[in-house]
């Protein structure tokens, strides 16, 4: 089973990913809740997948994407972003994110985009 790594600095949003993506049939996740967590889960756990949310204390999401880019340039991160951070989303992207979701989020568009780089 695939685990996927869900990182944002608000528990509800982590809950509310994790039950749309249970739903869907993954099962295995881990969760952090600022960037510097993001890069050091990514170390330890090695998950399949991360789901970040650009904006967090400690460590943006860009910053974190860009070191877990650094320690595993295969690394698949999709980034989750409020509506207005166009420019940071194309950061991401540059960095190599592989997409993005835009908050507030449809339950369909998460499954869609976990499922079309993660498949079960």
Known sequence: MPKIMIVDDAGFMR?????????AGYSEFIEGADGQQAVDLYQ???????????????KTGIEALAEIMQLD?????IMCSAMGQESMVMEAIKLGAMDFIVKPFKEDRIIQTVSKILPL
Do not use: F, Q, R
Request: proline share 7%.
């Open 44 to 58: 330890s756990e090695k998950p399949d997948l991360v789901m970040m949310d650009i904006t967090m204390p400690n």
């Open 73 to 77: 340039s295969g690394a698949k991160v």
């Open 15 to 23: 809950m509310m990913i994790k039950n749309h993506l249970t739903k």
